[in-house]
């Protein structure tokens, strides 16, 4: 198929813009003391809405834009030889305006009710969704989650490259097993640092939170959700390369 460089830009905005909904609208519509939700059921929730959610926009925009959705894909795919390098950074730019829009749509709806918001902003709510340190419920060090990111954003990537191969003979069912990956990492991840795997995820609600809540540790924080999961997809795109078959 097909595409000009507008079209391969604008379904990257609204693939990452449906993820960011997706994600964040069950994690802060979900706040244990505001909905009443209890923790473990909350991991499950944020879990399956990102995995479902990442599996429908693949679905819906692969053909168009390769549907990576998340700056370190973009890069692990650039890596590969997948992908053009001119176009690293329009992909990236698009990733974070949906996902910072999206996440201010969560937000307005979060504003509908006194309570929820209050959560979402005093409460910390928003600037929850990727911490390390004094943010981590189990109080998780940033050595710790740095590790986590390297390794989860290494093995996504590295479902991703290996499931889009041309010569997959189960290419076609990619996008489930790539969503299905990413709901077993938020399974395993959210206690301990939001389960981040994407810049942009994280990026989003730390650079909104700077206007609605009284702390900016997430703002301050966010650099090791980008240097992380970009040196996770270095790895991965390094092995995919030297696990691609050669030639007789």
């Given at each position: 198929?097909?595409t000009?460089?507008?079209?391969?830009y604008?379904?990257?905005?609204?693939?990452?813009?449906?993820?960011?909904?997706?994600?964040?609208?069950a994690a802060?519509?979900?706040?244990?003391?505001e909905s009443g939700?209890d923790?473990?059921?909350?991991?499950?929730?944020?879990?399956f809405?990102?995995?479902?959610?990442?599996?429908?926009?693949?679905?819906?925009?692969?053909?168009?834009?390769?549907?990576?959705?998340?700056?370190?894909?973009t890069?692990?795919?650039?890596?590969?030889?997948?992908?053009?390098a001119?176009?690293?950074?329009?992909?990236i730019l698009?990733?974070?305006?949906g996902?910072?829009?999206?996440v201010?749509?969560?937000?307005?709806?979060?504003?509908?009710n006194?309570t929820l918001?209050?959560?979402?902003?005093?409460?910390?709510g928003?600037?929850a969704?990727?911490?390390?340190g004094?943010?981590?419920?189990?109080?998780?060090?940033?050595?710790?989650?740095?590790?986590l990111?390297?390794?989860f954003?290494?093995f996504?990537?590295?479902?991703?490259?290996?499931?889009?191969?041309?010569?997959?003979?189960?290419k076609?069912?990619a996008?489930?097993?790539?969503?299905?990956?990413?709901?077993?990492i938020?399974?395993?991840?959210?206690?301990?640092?939001?389960?981040?795997?994407?810049p942009?995820?994280?990026?989003?609600?730390?650079v909104?939170?700077?206007?609605?809540?009284?702390?900016?540790w997430?703002?301050?924080?966010?650099?090791?959700?980008?240097?992380?999961?970009?040196?996770?997809?270095v790895?991965?795109a390094?092995?995919?390369?030297?696990l691609?078959?050669?030639?007789p």
């Open positions: 198929m097909s000009t460089p507008a079209q391969r604008f379904a990257e905005f609204l693939g990452t813009f449906g993820l960011l909904l997706s994600v964040t609208g802060l519509l979900s706040l244990p003391s939700f923790p473990l059921t909350r991991v499950i929730l944020i879990s809405a990102i995995g479902t959610g990442l599996t429908a926009m693949i679905y819906a925009f692969s053909d168009l834009s390769g549907a990576h959705f998340n700056p370190a894909v890069v692990g795919c650039w890596l590969a030889g997948r992908f053009r001119r176009e690293v950074i329009p992909y698009a990733q974070l305006l996902a910072v829009l999206a201010a749509v969560i937000a307005g709806v979060a504003y509908g006194s918001w209050h959560g979402v902003t005093s409460g910390g928003l600037a969704q990727g911490y390390s004094n943010g981590s419920p189990y109080f998780f060090g940033w050595g710790a989650v740095f590790l990111e390297v390794v954003t290494f996504l990537v590295t479902v991703i490259l290996f499931a889009t191969r041309s010569d997959n003979s189960s076609n069912l996008p489930l097993g790539i969503g299905l990956t990413l709901l077993m938020n399974l395993v991840a959210i206690p301990v640092d939001g389960a981040s795997v994407n942009a995820r994280s990026f989003a609600p730390a909104l939170s700077v206007f609605w809540s009284p702390d900016h997430a703002i301050q924080q966010d650099w090791i959700f980008w240097v992380a999961p970009i040196v996770g997809a790895i991965a390094l092995v995919e390369r030297i691609q078959p050669r030639s």
